[in-house]
């Protein structure tokens, strides 16, 4: 069974840095690809990186070069670091996971092909 929760949101001023988490409880952690959501209020659920069991990365263009996505299959844990943030930022994130089958990598930030998710992290940032 999967068990996402996320950690490391907050309030950060426009040009900072902040380091999100989402910790998995089940047992076969590296199986699984994993993502990063954001969803502002009024907006849709908008993909923002992907990691896949090999190690494949994918990034939405908006955050391309500033947020890296990484695991810790170890720690059964999930990062997304998030550098030179920008007002349009501000949003709940969202962790997912999945198993079910294979996803093109363009597809990989879409919501509908992912299972598991976490409750959220709000991530505010000001001026």
């Known amino acids: 069974q999967v068990h996402l929760v996320e950690s490391g949101g907050g309030s950060v001023q426009a040009g900072g840095s902040l380091k999100l988490s989402c910790a998995d409880s089940?047992?076969?952690?590296?199986?699984?690809?994993r993502a990063w959501f954001r969803q502002a209020p009024g907006s849709e659920r908008e993909g923002v990186a992907a990691?896949?069991?090999?190690?494949?990365?994918a990034y939405s263009d908006s955050v391309k070069g500033r947020f890296t996505i990484s695991q810790d299959n170890a720690k059964n844990i999930l990062y997304l670091e998030m550098n030179n943030l920008k007002l349009d930022d501000t949003a709940m994130y969202f962790c997912?996971?999945?198993?079910?089958?294979?996803?093109?990598?363009?597809?990989?930030?879409?919501?509908?092909?992912?299972?598991?998710w976490g409750q959220g992290t709000q991530v505010t940032v000001s001026s």
């Open positions: 089940g047992n076969t952690f590296a199986n699984y690809r």
């Open positions: 990691i896949l069991p090999t190690g494949l990365t």
């Open positions: 997912a996971a999945d198993n079910r089958f294979h996803v093109q990598p363009g597809r990989l930030l879409t919501p509908g092909v992912w299972n598991y």
